[in-house]
């Protein structure tokens, strides 16, 4: 081969192999992570107890549907009629199990306690999965079947991770609950793509999860300001106690301590749990997680004077 056309070969292979690499990261990477994102169906095995028996809470099963007519299960306990009622919200490929034991404990000290399964996690119907935006609605749908039980009763929501998040977004859109524990919310839905496209693969969050963004509020039907946490958070004057783990990478604590700047809250409080990791800070230090939680709770039900709180 002479050597003017081996040049012209080797010049043809490499923009052939740069075009085979912008088309998998411009392209298939995006759109595969989008498709990822929206309809795996994984779910972690629960490492807790199994069932409400095992923990001592009797409860009745709980059907409703959200405002999309996406089917949601969960389980529920009336507690003491004269105390809030709490919704627990789970994490990313979860379920109710991951909060079983938080709403024994809760129901033990008279709290009405509602256990629900996000759309397209546990036995709710199939859906798909949008990191909080529509879980939000579901949310919300568990707020109204509460007060169907019980219209004039306070109700707190309780979430961990993506399920923290889709609570704060849906504090915004269904306005009435007296308090929100935040358990390792992300600032938005933007930002936790872009973070963690970068942690777990080390690309650059411009344009890859720019892209991921945009073909996931196309093909879902949503604005991706919708999942903007941090947003709804600067929007609620209601007491919302802020948790991280010093050791989350997911959802490092810097997170949580922007959210609780954001919050206009006078009751606002923000507890850092020393070497915890993501939406471990329960399992990691159960007697710090409880008693900050129930401190916060009782100074809701019987205020006195009180400033900006910090828990380290």
Same mark, same amino acid.
């Given at each position: ?20 690499? %912008?088309?998998? *990261? ?5 759109? +595969?992570? /989008?498709?990822? @994102?929206?309809?795996?169906? !994984? ?122 998040? %889709?609570?704060? *977004? ?5 306005? +009435?609950? /007296?308090?929100? @524990?935040?358990?390792?919310? !992300? ?126």
């Amino acid at each position: 081969m002479k050597p003017g056309t081996l040049k012209r070969w080797t010049i043809r292979l490499l923009i052939a192999f740069g075009c085979l690499i %912008a088309i998998v *990261l411009f392209v298939v990477l995006p759109v +595969g992570a /989008s498709f990822l @994102i929206t309809n795996g169906r !994984f779910q972690y095995r629960e490492r807790g107890p199994k069932t409400p028996e095992a923990v001592g809470l009797p409860v009745t099963d709980a059907e409703f549907q959200s405002a999309d007519g996406v089917a949601l299960r969960g389980w529920w306990n009336p507690g003491d009629p004269s105390m809030p009622a709490i919704i627990f919200v789970h994490g990313l490929n979860r379920s109710r199990l991951e909060l079983l034991e938080r709403a024994a404990d809760a129901n033990k000290r008279g709290y009405g306690v509602l256990l629900i399964d996000l759309r397209n996690h546990g036995q709710s119907a199939r859906a798909f999965t949008t990191i909080g935006v529509f879980e939000s609605a579901d949310v919300c749908a568990a707020s109204r079947w509460i007060r169907e039980k019980a219209d004039s009763r306070p109700q707190v929501v309780w979430g961990v991770s993506m399920g923290a998040s %889709a609570s704060i *977004l849906a504090a915004k859109q269904c306005p +009435g609950f /007296s308090a929100i @524990i935040s358990d390792s919310s !992300f600032l938005s839905f933007r930002e936790t793509v872009g973070h963690h496209l970068n942690l777990f693969f080390r690309l650059p969050r411009f344009p890859i999860a720019n892209l991921i963004v945009a073909i996931t509020s196309i093909r879902m039907g949503f604005d991706p300001d919708d999942g903007d946490v941090e947003g709804a958070v600067s929007h609620l004057n209601i007491p919302i106690l802020f948790i991280a783990g010093t050791a989350d990478r997911r959802m490092p604590p810097r997170e949580a301590e922007q959210l609780y700047k954001a919050s206009p809250s006078a009751t606002k409080e923000i507890l850092l749990v020393p070497g915890a990791t993501h939406g471990e800070a329960f399992s990691h230090d159960r007697e710090l997680y409880l008693s900050s939680i129930y401190r916060f709770l009782d100074n809701i039900r019987d205020p006195s004077p009180s400033t900006d709180k910090t828990s380290r």
